[in-house]
């Protein structure tokens, strides 16, 4: 990256970011926050209230079309909110000719009548669930409140209060009730009582529960009424759905609305990027970013179209808030989809996508290592990685995933597992093709040795955790910190490896010149250890008091207790393999019991088989993916990463609804 610089004469503003935005190479910063102490430049404040307006009207279009089902997508854009790609020359063909307001206007009156018809069928609705109940009575609700010297409740009570009831003699006393009918364990009642006992009366039904229906206000004939609200039922919800259809019809134009949104936007965000400028009553100043890569043709443009402006550049300083742009290889593009979830490095860092790309694959292999599974995954990620092509954030998850089904297979081969043990005789018959793969492929068995798989599983977290400091290291030397990679890592370096010397001794017989070197490592390590972490510290008592803390791993750079924790974690790689195994095995056995079933047992084993596996790929895909993800994020990442990169957007005709395609 560069930091520019840009000085241009305070009338050339508009068409200077005009054109900075159809090219897409600065990314704007806060140049008014920067030179606040130029008493001379101050901050624009030009307002955006158009562009919000035309915003806002366009959202509720396609909002409308959403909510109403209107809206066609992809198979890409149903799995994620992916943005319209659109070439310049039909974006500027749709400005020229769309006008959108009649479209926002008709929607609009639509979507009005829409929800004015299903407010009225509601109502409606509500109104004959009350009235339907009274329907299968013997009386109406005018007969009801008719009533003058005794009080009526019509409600429900559960079965057991109903019981209840009837055997209380203070209700029998007061009340006359009658059961009306029940449903499931409730009891519909009605319940009468002289006004004169009616609050009497009424605590009675409450103490049990009742749940009292109110009267409806009903005049005329209840059935009459009943057949008109179906009738208005009817009515609404025909012209409910002819707005419906009117929405639907007008979504045919949802592209062309997309496109002019995305124009607005790019204005609205035009008008940002020159409230984050200075200004004085003739110079105008953009302070920004841009790849060092494109430079070239930021300053030839600005030579080219705007001969009064004046661009400098430098190289970022530690301090500046500096964008980051990732680039990768086609073939690494897709491992930056973890970057992306865990957040972007510091610029003045180093991107880690090619350094944890081997691990993450392995760590994914080792979890969900089965052959069968591994090639189902690579069909499903690679059809959807066709269909997303031209969306990159979709297109490397599902690239991801298609590694991530090579690596599956490939552990698969090695621990002979296809779809668990289901290549076995009893199953497919003896000698079938899948059993004399698994014969000449697989060179180890996780059940039969799952000792040894946990101690290369902990070996491995043990390697991770050193690469993770040489890392580390790298990173300072980058910096130029010289001391810091000597004393934070270095010394790490040679205390860990005399640290599991030193304890392994505790569980096997170590040759006593070997346990004394590590023992004297050890310590020589740890006193510099106690000498250098506390570094900072101005008090020498604070320095040796954080020197000693840090060997456990509170504070420092590292710690052996830490390390300890690390390592240990990394034997959820077997834990999580064994899981994915041992549940396929069950469903093997489960369809193989299922064989025997006479006249049907070959599709009962067929559909076992399938459903039962098919389950096992969906639950343990989403653990063979978390959970490696954590030993990356966690395990691994906190030895080197700062996190701390913001993204490199540039001022473009970009937005988040479109993408403008050159």
Request: glycine content about 8%.
């Given at each position: ?14 068409a ?6 159809e090219?897409?190479l ?8 920067r030179?606040a102490e130029?008493?001379?430049l ?11 307006a ?16 209107a ?5 890409a854009?149903s ?7 659109v070439?310049r ?8 000719q ?9 929607c609009?009156?639509?979507?009005d009548?829409?929800?004015r018809h ?6 409606a ?22 009533l ?9 009570l ?8 009837c ?10 009730f ?8 409730k009891v ?8 004169t ?13 009742l ?20 009738q208005?039922?009817?009515?609404r919800q ?6 419906a259809?009117q929405v ?24 940002q990027?020159?409230n ?13 970013f841009?790849?060092?890569?494109d ?5 030839e ?6 001969a ?7 190289d ?8 980051v ?7 690494l593009?897709p ?6 979830m ?6 003045f ?5 090619p350094?944890?790309s081997?691990?993450?694959l ?5 979890c969900?290592g ?8 690579c069909?499903?990620?690679g059809?959807l990685a066709?269909?997303s ?5 979709l297109n490397n998850?599902?690239?991801?995933f298609?590694?991530?089904?090579i ?7 090695l621990?002979?597992s296809w779809a ?22 697989a060179v ?5 040795k799952?000792?040894g ?5 902990l070996?491995l ?16 030397l ?7 990679a000597?004393?934070?890592?270095g010394?790490?370096?040679l205390?860990?490896?005399a640290?599991l010397?030193?304890?392994s001794?505790?569980?096997?017989e ?14 020589l ?26 060997l ?14 690390d390592v ?10 064994l899981t994915t ?10 369809a ?7 006249w049907a ?21 989403i653990?063979s993916?978390?959970?490696?993800a ?5 395990e691994?990442?906190?030895r080197f ?5 913001v993204r ?10 479109v993408?403008?395609?050159?």
């Amino acid at each position: 990256m560069k930091h520019v610089t840009l000085l241009a004469p305070r009338h050339t503003t508009p068409a200077l970011l005009e054109w900075l935005q159809e090219e897409g190479l600065v990314h704007v910063e806060d140049a008014a926050g920067r030179l606040a102490e130029a008493e001379d430049l101050k901050r624009p404040v030009l307002s955006a209230e158009e562009e919000d307006a035309h915003v806002h009207r366009l959202q509720l279009v396609l909002r409308a079309f959403e909510e109403l089902g209107a809206a066609r997508r992809s198979l890409a854009q149903s799995l994620v909110s992916l943005r319209t790609r659109v070439g310049r020359n039909e974006r500027s063909r749709v400005l020229r000719q769309f006008d959108y307001v009649s479209i926002y206007e008709q929607c609009m009156a639509a979507v009005d009548g829409y929800q004015r018809h299903q407010k009225a069928v509601e109502a409606a609705r509500t109104e004959l669930e009350s009235l339907e109940f009274f329907r299968t009575l013997p009386f109406g609700p005018p007969e009801v409140r008719a009533l003058r010297r005794t009080r009526a409740w019509i409600g429900t009570l559960p079965l057991s209060a109903w019981v209840g009831l009837c055997a209380d003699p203070e209700a029998a006393e007061v009340l006359a009730f009658q059961e009306l009918w029940r449903e499931r364990r409730k009891v519909h009642i009605c319940a009468l009582a002289l006004r004169t006992d009616e609050d009497r009366a009424l605590g009675i039904l409450r103490r049990h529960g009742l749940s009292e229906r109110p009267v409806p206000e009903l005049e005329g004939d209840l059935r009459a009424r009943l057949e008109e609200l179906r009738q208005e039922v009817r009515s609404r919800q025909a012209a409910r759905d002819q707005c419906a259809g009117q929405v639907r019809q007008l979504a045919q134009h949802r592209r062309e609305l997309e496109i002019v949104l995305g124009y607005w936007q790019a204005r609205r965000a035009r008008i940002q990027a020159q409230n984050r400028m200075a200004q004085s009553r003739r110079i105008a100043v953009l302070c920004g970013f841009v790849r060092q890569a494109d430079l070239p043709r930021l300053q030839e443009g600005l030579r080219s179209r705007f001969a009064a402006v004046s661009a400098i550049s430098r190289d970022p300083k530690p301090g500046d808030r500096v964008p980051v742009s990732l680039s990768h290889s086609r073939l690494l593009k897709p491992m930056r989809f973890l970057v992306d979830m865990f957040g972007l490095p510091d610029y003045f860092s180093f991107d880690p996508t090619p350094y944890l790309s081997l691990s993450f694959l392995v760590f994914f292999g080792m979890c969900f290592g089965d052959v069968v599974y591994g090639l189902l995954l690579c069909a499903v990620a690679g059809y959807l990685a066709r269909k997303s092509r031209g969306y990159e954030g979709l297109n490397n998850m599902c690239m991801l995933f298609f590694y991530c089904g090579i690596s599956t297979v490939l552990f698969g081969l090695l621990t002979g597992s296809w779809a668990s043990d289901l290549w076995r005789p009893e199953y497919l018959g003896q000698g079938n093709p899948i059993q004399w793969l698994k014969e000449r492929t697989a060179v180890l068995d996780p059940l039969e040795k799952a000792v040894g798989m946990l101690l290369a599983c902990l070996g491995l977290g043990v390697a991770s955790q050193f690469y993770g400091l040489i890392l580390k290291g790298y990173g300072l030397l980058r910096r130029g910190d010289l001391w810091g990679a000597v004393f934070d890592v270095g010394l790490w370096l040679l205390a860990i490896p005399a640290f599991l010397g030193v304890a392994s001794a505790l569980f096997v017989e170590l040759p006593g010149r070997v346990f004394r070197a590590a023992l004297a490592v050890l310590i020589l390590a740890g006193i510099g250890l106690v000498l250098t972490q506390g570094r900072q510290e101005k008090n020498v008592f604070a320095r040796i008091v954080t020197g000693l803390v840090s060997l456990y791993g509170i504070t420092g750079s590292y710690g052996c207790m830490s390390f300890v924790a690390d390592v240990l974690s990394y034997s959820r790689l077997l834990a999580l393999g064994l899981t994915t195994t041992v549940v396929g095995m069950s469903f093997n056995v489960v369809a193989g019991l299922v064989r025997e079933v006479p006249w049907a047992g070959l599709v009962l084993f067929a559909v076992v088989v399938a459903v039962g596996h098919l389950f096992n790929f969906a639950v343990s895909i989403i653990g063979s993916f978390v959970h490696p993800a954590r030993l990356i994020f966690l395990e691994f990442f906190n030895r080197f990463y700062e996190l701390g990169g913001v993204r490199f957007t540039p001022l473009s005709l970009d937005t988040e609804t479109v993408i403008v395609e050159s």
